[in-house]
């Protein structure tokens, strides 16, 4: 049986994905300009993060879930450096948020990859 945090892990996934769809806009504002068509982009991540969510808790798929979370987080480091570039881009976020949010990505991936070989 796989471990509650896993479970948690992956509702935390299925939650941040289901939010693309409740507040897309909130997604596309901080998306970086040179990427095209923002709404699909934010309609497709948000569809990502809810598959791999639900495939972390399942033996069958946990692995490749894992290894996509792990690679979706590093593509979505392109959009927390973009927050970084200016006041517009951060959204009103404070900028020591946005650079906490750097490593914070890194553990993230950590605990990602701790669950594919469970």
Do not use: N
Not at 28 to 47: E, F, N, T
């Amino acid at each position: 049986m796989a471990p509650w945090h896993l479970y948690v892990m992956a509702g935390m996934y299925i939650f941040a994905g289901l939010m693309h769809f409740i507040k897309p806009k909130m997604y596309m504002r901080i998306m970086p300009m040179y990427l095209p068509d923002h709404r699909l982009l934010v309609y497709l991540s948000g569809i990502a993060e809810i598959v791999l969510g639900i495939g972390v808790c399942f033996d069958a798929t946990r692995k490749l879930s894992t290894f996509g979370i792990i690679l979706m987080l590093g593509i979505f480091l392109s959009v927390h450096f973009y927050m970084l570039s200016g006041e517009k881009a951060s959204a009103g976020i404070p900028k020591w948020i946005l650079v906490l949010r750097i490593p914070l990505q890194f553990f993230l991936m950590y605990w990602a990859y701790y669950y594919a070989y469970i």
